[in-house]
């Protein structure tokens, strides 16, 4: 994998977690890809890794200056897992691939679902564990796939995906009726639970101070100073 890394000449944050080299080359540079994407910041390279609706999310980031203000800060993308349907087989149709992004606070990551669609990979968000480690290379074997509590809920997974990317864009009756859904999960995603409590807080404390100075309306949750998780359509969920 080594070699691939540099054949294809990728950033040097892109790393790759040993034993989880797919048989399928092209599905190994679809993986590295998205990695090098993330880790460049480039915007242009990783919209023409998503689907459509995954393309708007990478918009709604940044226009609200999100992907530059977390991809700055980012100091390694480490590709943690490939599902072994995938990985283990010759010319896959489908995939999961797990990133683990580090940046000064931690180590957190990033769930990707992936589809062939002729010679190429089209990538789209889906729901990860909310939580955090030091480092990257941390989260090595340490991965369940989320997506398989939701399974064939595509629209669900959605708006989890949606929460951890960009939840300063949902209203806080969506945020209050995503964590109805989720509580009601068997087993419930802990992590993922505590995440939405958080910002189900910080927006209803936010709504009460604009109510009690007399602005208007909810703006980008900022100032509450509570990192944001992720810099891309593939947080943290």
């Known amino acids: 994998?080594?070699?691939?890394?540099?054949t294809m000449d990728v950033d040097a944050r892109v790393e790759f977690a040993s034993?989880?080299?797919?048989?399928?080359?092209?599905?190994?540079?679809?993986?590295?890809?998205?990695?090098?994407?993330i880790a460049r910041g480039d915007d242009e390279a990783l919209r023409g890794m998503l689907d459509k609706s995954n393309q708007q999310m990478l918009d709604q980031l940044m226009a609200s200056e999100q992907w530059w203000e977390e991809t700055e800060k980012i100091e390694a993308v480490r590709v943690v897992s490939i599902?072994?349907?995938?990985?283990?087989?010759?010319?896959?149709?489908?995939?999961?691939?797990?990133?683990?992004?580090?940046?000064?606070?931690?180590?957190?990551?990033?769930?990707?679902s992936g589809r062939k669609v002729f010679e190429d990979w089209v990538f789209s968000a889906t729901p990860s564990s909310g939580e955090e480690r030091a480092r990257a290379s941390a989260w090595d074997g340490n991965v369940n796939?989320?997506?398989?509590?939701?399974?064939?809920?595509?629209?669900?997974?959605?708006?989890?995906?949606?929460?951890?990317?960009?939840?300063?864009?949902?209203?806080?009756?969506?945020?209050l009726k995503l964590k109805a859904t989720v509580d009601a999960m068997d087993p419930a995603p802990l992590e993922f639970l505590a995440f939405l409590e958080r910002e189900i807080a910080k927006r209803q404390k936010r709504d009460s101070e604009d109510a009690g100075s007399g602005g208007g309306g909810g703006g980008g949750g900022e100032g509450s100073g509570e990192r944001r998780r992720g810099p891309g359509p593939g947080g943290p969920g």
């Open 145 to 175: 796939f989320m997506s398989t509590v939701i399974e064939g809920n595509v629209q669900l997974q959605a708006m989890m995906a949606k929460a951890m990317a960009a939840a300063e864009t949902m209203s806080l009756e969506e945020l």
């Open 1 to 6: 994998m080594a070699s691939l890394l540099q």
């Open 19 to 37: 034993g989880q080299s797919p048989v399928d080359r092209g599905l190994a540079e679809a993986a590295i890809g998205l990695a090098d994407a």
């Open 83 to 112: 599902d072994a349907g995938s990985r283990l087989t010759e010319e896959p149709e489908s995939t999961r691939v797990m990133l683990a992004v580090q940046d000064p606070d931690g180590a957190y990551l990033m769930g990707w």
